[in-house]
Structures are given as C-alpha cells and as structure tokens.
C-alpha cells in the first residue's frame, strides 16, 4: 500500500501541472493507494483557502476520489459522510469528520456547531 501526500492528491484534481497530475493519475489508476484523514483535511483545506473552490467542488471531487477502487481510507462511509456534512453544513471539515464518527465512537467537545451537528446526526 502506497500512502501520498496532500500535493499527490492536489496536483490530480487540479491538474495544474501536466506531469505531475499524470504521474499522480498513473500511481491512482494501477497502485493501490491509501489516503489518511489528515491528508484529506489538507486538501480541503488547501482547496478551500486557497484556491478559492466552493465546498460542494471539493466534496464532490473527494468523494468521486476515494471511491475509486484503488483508493483506501479509515473508513469510507464515515469519510464520504463527513464530506456530504461539509458541502451542506457550516462546519468546517474537521468537524464534519468528528460528527460522521460520533455514529461509532463517543465524541465529546466544547464547539457548539458541532455538538449540535452531532445531536442531529445521533437522533436519527
């Protein structure tokens, strides 16, 4: 298993160097690639911040990423959860992320954003 870092993954999505996004494409096609939630943070951050793309851009283009077959994550569902959080709420991805894993595992915080994103998502 291959780990990449944020700029593996930016480069591909935003193809805004030709080889690199080439070799990145390549390495996502026939590797089998594992991406941590701390690299997905990054990129959403990057994206967000810096290039100035809307959040349901980003969710979409992770979410159509790490569903790719050779794409492996802590867990899929949580993370493709928290994605469809981030483009719908005013939360930041972080958050999203903490309130997708309030399903399986007890979150405790201060934020109440958050704690209100997570009495919402432990109610249903």
């Known amino acids: 298993m291959i780990r990449v870092d944020a700029n593996y993954i930016l480069r591909y999505l935003l193809n805004d160097n030709p ?7 390549q390495l996502f096609l026939y590797e089998q690639i594992f991406i941590g939630n701390e690299i997905l ?6 994206l967000l911040g810096v290039y ?21 994550t802590d867990n899929e569902l949580i993370i493709i ?23 399986i595992d007890e979150i405790k915080t201060f934020d109440k954003k ?4 997570i009495q919402n998502r432990t109610a249903h």
């Open 19 to 25: 080889e690199m996004a080439n070799r990145a494409e």
């Open 41 to 46: 943070a990054e990129v959403v951050y990057v």
């Open 52 to 72: 100035k793309i809307s959040k349901i851009d980003i969710a979409d283009k992770l979410i159509n990423l790490i569903s790719c077959h050779s794409i492996f």
């Open 81 to 103: 959860e928290a994605l469809t959080l981030f483009k719908n709420q005013k939360l930041d991805f972080v958050d999203c992320l903490l309130c997708s894993y309030s399903q």
């Open 114 to 117: 958050l704690n209100r994103c």
